[in-house]
């Protein structure tokens, strides 16, 4: 059974930090991309990040770029999303979701794939 667990979400002032962290299990964890995306009340789903695991490279949305970070280490089939100078406007449910690019005949992750398998969601919430 495939299982995404995100950790890491609470509230933080504006200008903090905090680590997500995607737990993942039931698939090969190497062949997937994991991409991270949020979701504020009232405002749609959109795209942050994503990462390939088989090589590493990496995709961020204009909105977090120079502020989030994304990495995964393979040995814990784990992603992880480091955010930095935090916002208000950063404030959503934070998901991970997998997706396997052979399938999709990409070589590149991106935020606008049909992703099939999600976690469930951690809460950050940035206060001014």
């Known amino acids: 059974e495939v299982q995404l667990a995100e950790f890491g979400g609470g509230l933080v002032q504006s200008g903090g930090s905090l680590r997500l962290s995607c737990s993942t299990s039931?698939?090969?964890?190497?062949?997937?991309?994991i991409g991270w995306f949020r979701q504020a009340p009232g405002k749609e789903r959109e795209g942050v990040s994503c990462?390939?695991?088989?090589?590493?490279?990496?995709a961020y949305a204009d909105s977090v770029k120079g502020r989030f970070t994304i990495s995964t280490d393979n040995a814990k089939s784990t992603v992880y999303l480091q955010l930095n100078d935090l916002k208000p406007e950063d404030t959503a449910v934070y998901f991970c979701?997998?997706?396997?690019?052979?399938?999709?005949?990409?070589?590149?992750?991106?935020?606008?794939?049909?992703?099939?398998?999600w976690g469930q969601g951690a809460q950050v919430t940035v206060s001014s």
């Open positions: 990462i390939m695991n088989s090589d590493g490279s990496t």
């Open positions: 979701a997998a997706v396997n690019p052979i399938l999709l005949r990409v070589w590149v992750c991106g935020l606008t794939y049909d992703y099939d398998y």
């Open positions: 039931g698939f090969t964890f190497e062949e997937y991309s």
